[in-house]
């Protein structure tokens, strides 16, 4: 198996994150490799369309980008203390598409995340950032969906007779 040096964990600070993150860290201790974590401001512009100020749009897009550096200092504070080999970037765009270039622009080796698990309206109306991930990076991606209940794959031996 290929060694990993370079593992992005895109973060949305959604209970999803906080689920799957122990995944991404694990791997990143097993193969001694770099943390990434990427929190994407998703750009407000295509909203232009509707009577609100570019301004007003473009200021929430940066308050967004600004509470996102002060939510990944806290969460890297919490949950890295005993993990130097990472760092944090925030970016304003749209999150599958920013995803997938932060992983080709940092030669990123494997990217860990999560799925909301959304279906119907939601993901019509959300998209599936993980589905674009998939098609489009260049790396592997390890998705989990920490909401899926568990399956028992124990295998019970029958009794012949």
């Given at each position: 198996?290929?060694?990993?040096k370079?593992?992005?964990?895109?973060?949305?600070?959604?209970?999803?994150?906080?689920?799957?993150?122990?995944?991404?860290?694990?791997?990143?201790?097993?193969?001694?490799?770099?943390?990434?974590?990427?929190?994407?401001?998703?750009?407000?512009?295509?909203?232009?369309?509707i009577?609100?100020?570019?301004?007003?749009?473009?200021?929430?897009?940066a308050?967004?980008?600004?509470?996102?550096?002060?939510?990944?200092?806290?969460?890297?504070?919490?949950?890295?203390?005993?993990?130097s080999?990472?760092?944090?970037?925030?970016?304003?765009?749209?999150?599958?598409?920013e995803?997938?270039?932060?992983?080709?622009?940092?030669?990123?080796?494997?990217?860990?995340?999560?799925?909301?698990?959304?279906?119907?309206?939601?993901?019509?109306?959300?998209?599936?950032?993980?589905?674009?991930?998939?098609?489009n990076?260049?790396?592997?991606v390890?998705t989990?969906?920490?909401?899926?209940?568990?399956?028992?794959?124990?295998?019970?031996?029958?009794?012949?007779?």
């Open positions: 198996m290929q060694a990993f370079n593992i992005l964990f895109p973060i949305d600070f959604s209970e999803c994150s906080e689920k799957v993150f122990p995944y991404a860290l694990e791997m990143a201790q097993k193969f001694d490799a770099k943390l990434h974590l990427l929190f994407v401001a998703r750009d407000l512009s295509y909203l232009t369309t009577d609100v100020s570019r301004d007003i749009l473009m200021n929430t897009v308050e967004i980008a600004r509470s996102g550096e002060n939510q990944i200092q806290g969460f890297c504070d919490k949950h890295l203390s005993d993990f080999n990472h760092e944090s970037k925030v970016v304003i765009g749209n999150p599958a598409d995803i997938v270039k932060f992983a080709h622009e940092q030669d990123i080796d494997l990217i860990v995340m999560g799925t909301h698990g959304r279906k119907g309206l939601d993901r019509t109306l959300m998209g599936s950032v993980a589905d674009h991930v998939i098609k990076a260049s790396s592997p390890f989990i969906n920490p909401f899926r209940p568990k399956v028992n794959t124990r295998i019970r031996k029958e009794s012949s007779g």
